[in-house]
């Protein structure tokens, strides 16, 4: 949590107990109400989103490695077990820089070996790549990909739950009390 989130955090602890104050005494009860369930349940819905955030990228490094692995091995058999034209070769991502530890660079990979199995055939044939590789390649593409979008989802979660805390806060120490 950084401090800007943990001063937001005692500005709404301070604004939810005025706001219980504020609803005993029945100015703009609705608002108010609101405000203090927001208040209420903004710790434990932000313990959650940061803990599923947390789990993402040790899954995304996992999902990567084992892109990497099943994308270089067939890049690795059409360089070693058929010793395909450079043209060929190239399609397949051979010359492309990635890392298990770049997930970017290793979905680029997995694309460039997909898209060579497409326009090659006759070459993945020959090199022993078949279908369920490049099923296997293909889930696991969407894997990765999954995960990376899941992060932008929690990440856009957890600024519209900072938004409608400070928008709370705003609320209660408006009311004055």
Same mark, same amino acid.
């Given at each position: 949590m950084t401090?800007?989130?943990?001063?937001l955090a005692?500005r709404?602890?301070?604004?939810?107990d =005025?706001?219980?104050?504020l609803?005993?005494?029945g100015?703009?009860?609705r608002?108010l109400?609101q405000?203090?369930?927001t208040l209420?349940?903004a710790?434990?819905?932000g313990r959650?989103l940061?803990m599923?955030?947390?789990?993402?990228?040790?899954?995304r490094?996992?999902?990567?490695?084992?892109?990497?692995e099943?994308a270089?091995?067939?890049?690795?058999r059409?360089?070693?077990r058929w010793?395909a034209a450079?043209?060929?070769?190239?399609?397949?991502g @051979?010359?492309?820089?990635a890392?298990?530890?770049?997930p970017?660079?290793v @979905?680029?990979?997995?694309?460039?070996?997909?898209?060579?199995?497409?326009?090659?055939?006759?070459?993945a044939r020959?090199?022993?790549?078949g279908a369920p590789?490049?099923?296997?390649?293909?889930?696991l593409?969407?894997a990765?990909?999954?995960?990376?979008?899941?992060?932008? =989802?929690?990440?856009?979660e957890?600024?519209?739950?900072? @938004?409608?805390?400070?928008a709370?806060?705003?609320?209660?120490?408006?009311?004055?009390?």
């Open positions: 401090k800007a989130d943990q001063a005692r709404a602890r301070r604004a939810r =005025k706001a219980r104050v609803v005993g005494q100015d703009r009860l608002a109400a405000a203090l369930a209420e349940t710790p434990e819905r959650v940061m599923r955030l947390g789990w993402l990228p040790q899954r490094a996992v999902a990567a490695r084992d892109l990497f099943a270089n091995a067939v890049r690795q059409v360089r070693k010793r450079a043209h060929v070769r190239r399609a397949f @051979e010359g492309f820089a890392s298990p530890a770049k970017t660079a @979905e680029a990979l997995a694309r460039m070996v997909l898209q060579g199995a497409k326009d090659y055939p006759e070459s020959k090199a022993g790549v590789t490049l099923r296997r390649i293909k889930r593409l969407d990765l990909v999954a995960i990376t979008n899941q992060r932008a =989802k929690l990440l856009a957890r600024r519209a739950l900072r @938004e409608e805390v400070a709370a806060v705003a609320l209660v120490e408006g009311c004055g009390g």
